[in-house]
């Protein structure tokens, strides 16, 4: 196999060696070691398509964070396959290239993630496959005008040359925007991230979720109070300053909702003063912010679901100062708000590890059943914060796992799945509470999701399938710790 250098960045020509006698050939289609040189994830989908002589597709992509690297072949028949750079940070931006893929001339061509992609068929019944490096998704569609002024790809030549006097357009390929009128913006270089609270549980897993994605190490930078006080404003300045990051997610925040109440000061120093600190340097940088904001905003009085544009009424000092959190971030136009609630993750106490502990010398528990919302996965909820922070979707969403339980029906399944022999006894909130010094809780934390939808991106997984995964991830942790402690 060898990677031929095209005028466009990044994309190559591949040609494949080809084996073969009287009876037929062998031929080695994919090979991940040998495409690792391509910015190229991984074979997520195979796709094929068939088309009549004259057939123009094009110029396709998808959106972020659904973007595409392909890996295209005509496997029976002729095609002139188009691909346009779109990155605008690319030395190449707007510049074209354009080969005759056949049957038997052994070529692939690379597509790079930001380019626009396109063929016409040169014969009745050409068949195309694709490798692809992420799922298709149809609400992430785009695309540019395949004969844009703009981009200048000479079609009146490679038609008349084959034979087509017009090509044969979709009604979709007839009215997509010229490359200068296209409001996706792609580009070349990798973003930076920068991460508030990163030793936290959501912290610590959206850095993970950065890792996964192919993110590359000096590209996130994770603060905590040592690094970067978040109430401290020239320091937040100074260090958002320096790394000018393209994405901020903003996970540091005052969480001990009881002690929220006896120290009113300092709380609302971190959760509305560091929000203000946080947006002020993000606006200066051009970053986008995601803020981790909480149901607790909410009175939880509601019959039914709460979504995104209900008003909201904090009850408890916890409460009032995420939401005045939420209003300082709102001020830069490139924002993320995002209420979650009962979170759980690896790397800090939660309420699993809390009913787990307790199993070893309780035989009974008695748990809240009538407060109801969604225990939330930080692996999950990490997932799905990077792929909006892809988008320029800016607002305010609710992000849970699906379907909902109370408290004490969350502990029963706790105990169910790691074989505890515990009885939970549900009581009401004013029963667990009498004669305590608590905040307010809502009863209510049902958030509707279905907003996440329209935008294009999944909703998570239920929360037992989460509960499922983080149990599993707890034993192995647990493993690891015995084996390090012999």
């Not at 964070?65 to 392909?70: E, L, N, R, V």
């Not at 509470?433 to 608590?438: C, E, L, R, S």
Request: proline share 3%; net charge neutral; with cysteine.
């Amino acid at each position: 196999m060898k990677l031929i250098d095209t005028n466009l960045k990044d994309c190559y020509v591949i040609e494949i060696d080809r084996y073969g006698d009287n009876r037929g050939f062998f031929e080695e289609y994919y090979n991940k070691k040998r495409y690792t040189p391509l910015q190229f994830k991984a074979v997520e989908q195979t796709n094929r398509s068939s088309s009549l002589k004259g057939t123009l597709r094009g110029l396709h992509f998808q959106k972020n964070p659904f973007c595409q690297a392909k890996i295209v072949e005509v496997i029976k028949g002729r095609a002139i396959d188009v691909v346009v750079d779109m990155r605008v940070d690319s030395p190449t931006y707007g510049q074209y290239f354009y080969i005759e893929l056949t049957d038997n001339n052994n070529k692939q061509l690379f597509v790079p993630r930001g380019f626009a992609h396109g063929f016409v068929a040169l014969e009745d019944d050409t068949r195309f496959q694709y490798l692809v490096d992420n799922e298709y998704a149809p609400k992430m569609e785009g695309g540019i005008k395949w004969d844009d002024p703009d981009i200048g790809i000479d079609w009146d030549k490679i038609l008349k040359a084959n034979g087509i006097s017009e090509p044969l357009l979709s009604a979709k390929d007839q009215v997509h925007p010229g490359i200068k009128e296209n409001k996706v913006i792609f580009k070349r270089r990798q973003d930076k991230y920068l991460i508030t609270g990163s030793n936290g549980q959501l912290g610590f897993d959206i850095r993970r979720e950065l890792l996964a994605n192919g993110i590359k190490e000096e590209n996130i930078l994770s603060t905590d109070v040592s690094s970067m006080d978040i109430t401290d404003r020239e320091k937040v300045m100074e260090v958002i300053g320096k790394f000018k990051p393209d994405v901020i997610f903003h996970c540091a925040a005052w969480t001990a909702v009881d002690k929220a109440e006896d120290e009113k000061e300092l709380v609302t120093k971190i959760n509305v003063d560091g929000c203000r600190n946080i947006t002020e340097a993000a606006i200066k940088v051009d970053a986008k912010v995601i803020y981790l904001s909480t149901d607790y905003v909410f009175d939880g009085t509601k019959k039914g679901l709460y979504v995104p544009d209900d008003k909201p009424n904090p009850k408890s000092f916890y409460g009032k100062t995420k939401y005045l959190g939420e209003e300082e971030i709102r001020k830069n136009p490139k924002h993320f708000v995002c209420r979650t609630s009962w979170v759980f993750g690896i790397n800090g106490k939660n309420f699993i590890r809390t009913m787990l502990n307790l199993a070893d010398t309780h035989k009974e528990l008695t748990v809240v059943d009538d407060q109801i919302g969604s225990p939330t996965y930080t692996v999950d909820l990490s997932h799905l914060l990077y792929n909006l922070s892809q988008t320029d979707n800016y607002g305010t969403y609710h992000v849970t796992n699906e379907e909902y339980c109370s408290w004490a029906e969350f502990a029963e399944y706790i105990f169910k799945i790691n074989d505890k022999d515990v009885r939970v006894k549900r009581v009401s909130t004013e029963e667990y509470y009498k004669g305590k010094k608590m905040a307010y809780r809502p009863l209510n934390s049902k958030l509707d999701k279905s907003k996440i939808e329209e935008i294009g991106l999944q909703r998570l997984p239920s929360w037992q399938d989460a509960t499922d995964r983080y149990c599993r991830e707890l034993k192995e942790e647990q493993l690891v710790l015995r084996r390090f402690e012999k």
